[in-house]
């Protein structure tokens, strides 16, 4: 790709393309494939860069803006969005006193993420409710966002402008040409798969642990909670006002009909220490087993993948989303340096700038994951795992330094 061939020369071309595609092909800079956390952050920042965009989406709006998951904006993240101007329109929830809680054995154990740097701190804002704002932002600044895109294939992406095509919900099939393509369509979209096999490789690993997770309309913690106890893992977050998550780890292959009411309260009592843990009805139980998963490189010629569509970390460390924030970022700046300046240096590095976060993250997801689950229950690596893991949280408790890396390492703050 070279600095001239621009976005506006793109245009021309375009309306040569219609008559071989048979359709009526619009063009556009980027065609966003997904408008989830990293599909919608993509389209703000990149109208906030005066650099049109067309997002499309599989599902409904309705759909997209309900889906429950992150609850933690970190504050890497934060001070990203102020940077662009857009903190106060598109964060929701409130701001987090970044102190965290992890129960041992029913004891408490407080630790800040203050990492000792200036400015804004991270927010208390449920994943839905940063979509719902980052939509509602993006389409009263004009935004072209199409819900209900049905069967989208991307072509001619190693070519000089890439087409995608898709139906609308009248059946009709539309044809959009572009620069580049943001596949921002998760673990399932359709970005990822259509780059050829052998161009990717692919590192996967499964944590062997399960997690039932439950959102109950029952009152959130003071702060986020983490439990150790010999029964297993547990965990309690804020959701909002008055909706919590909780999660208990179980086996991978467990089904959540083997987890009734009762038996889903007792365990929380249990293992969070708390007898008095007040219920509520509970609105949502799955099972999923955590599972962490690397693509490298995260681009294909003009397809660049952004988030969940080119990894996947387990969610201890609430990482996943804060991740897909960071590509989000590094993208929209790439193709901001491309479009105004002709440097194509944002995009030539893109795939491993953001992967040196990607793995930084999967690094501290991972030794969090196992060393909140070794320090428990000693069923699964043994005593002497376990005696590793609670020498890990004696440090994390005791030594200012180790507690200091820990807030960088949870606030993003880290230099990765
Ligand atoms: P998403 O959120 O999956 O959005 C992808 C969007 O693409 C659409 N799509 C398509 N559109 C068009 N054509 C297709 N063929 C398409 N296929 C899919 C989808 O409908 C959707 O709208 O990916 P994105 O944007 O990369 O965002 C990633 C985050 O959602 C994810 O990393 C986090 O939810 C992970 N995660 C957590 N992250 C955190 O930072 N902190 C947490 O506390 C946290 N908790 C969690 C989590 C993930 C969980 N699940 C999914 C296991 C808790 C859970 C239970």
Redesign the pocket.
């Known amino acids: 790709m070279t600095g001239e061939d621009s976005a506006a020369d793109l245009d021309g071309q375009v309306e040569q393309d219609a008559g071989k595609l048979g359709e009526s092909p619009e063009s556009t800079t980027v065609v966003v494939?997904?408008?989830?956390?990293?599909?919608m952050t993509v389209t703000n920042l990149l109208r906030r860069a005066g650099i049109d965009c067309v997002v499309?989406?599989?599902?409904s709006r309705e759909?997209?803006a309900q889906?429950q998951?992150?609850?933690?904006v970190e504050t890497r993240a934060v001070r990203m969005f102020d940077s662009w101007g857009l903190a106060d329109r598109v964060l929701g929830g409130v701001p987090y006193d970044g102190v965290l809680e992890i129960r041992v054995d029913g004891e408490s154990h407080l630790l800040s993420d203050s990492d000792g740097t200036e400015g804004l701190g991270a927010r208390l804002c449920p994943?839905q409710v940063l979509v719902q704002k980052l939509t509602a932002a993006y389409l009263a600044d004009g935004g072209d966002l199409r819900f209900e895109?049905a069967d989208?294939s991307l072509h001619d992406l190693t070519g000089d402008r890439p087409t995608v095509r898709y139906r609308t919900a009248d059946g009709t099939v539309r044809a959009l040409t572009c620069a580049f393509v943001a596949g921002?369509?998760?673990?399932?979209?359709?970005s990822r798969t259509t780059v050829p096999e052998g161009v990717l490789t692919a590192h996967a690993f499964d944590h062997g642990i399960g997690w039932l997770?439950v959102l109950a309309d029952a009152p959130p913690p003071a702060r986020p909670l983490l439990a150790v106890s010999p029964d297993g893992f547990a965990a309690h977050?804020p959701r909002g006002p008055q909706t919590s998550r909780y999660y208990v780890q179980c086996p991978p292959d467990d089904h959540p009909a083997a987890w009734p009411d009762d038996r889903v309260w007792d365990a929380l009592r249990t293992r969070l220490g708390d007898p008095a843990l007040v219920s509520g009805p509970i609105t949502d139980r799955?099972i999923?087993r955590l599972r962490s998963l690397v693509h490298d490189p995260m681009q294909h010629g003009r397809l660049f993948l952004?988030?969940?569509?080119a990894h996947?970390?387990s969610?201890m460390g609430?990482?996943?989303?804060?991740?897909?924030l960071y590509d989000a970022d590094v993208f929209a700046r790439a193709v901001r340096d491309f479009v105004r300046d002709q440097d194509d240096t944002g995009l030539r590095t893109y795939s491993q700038r953001c992967l040196r976060r990607v793995w930084n993250d999967q690094e501290f997801s991972h030794w969090l994951t196992r060393t909140l689950h070794d320090a428990g229950d000693d069923t699964g690596t043994g005593p002497f795992h376990r005696g590793l893991a609670r020498a890990r949280l004696d440090r994390l408790f005791t030594s200012p330094h180790a507690s200091r890396a820990f807030a960088e390492l949870m606030t993003g703050m880290d230099p990765a």
Do not use: Y
């Open positions: 494939i997904g408008a989830g956390p990293a599909g499309l989406e599989r599902r759909h997209v889906r998951r992150a609850g933690i994943q895109a989208i921002c369509d998760g673990d399932h979209g359709v997770t977050f799955e999923f952004v988030g969940d569509a996947i970390v969610p609430g990482k996943g989303m804060n991740l897909a």
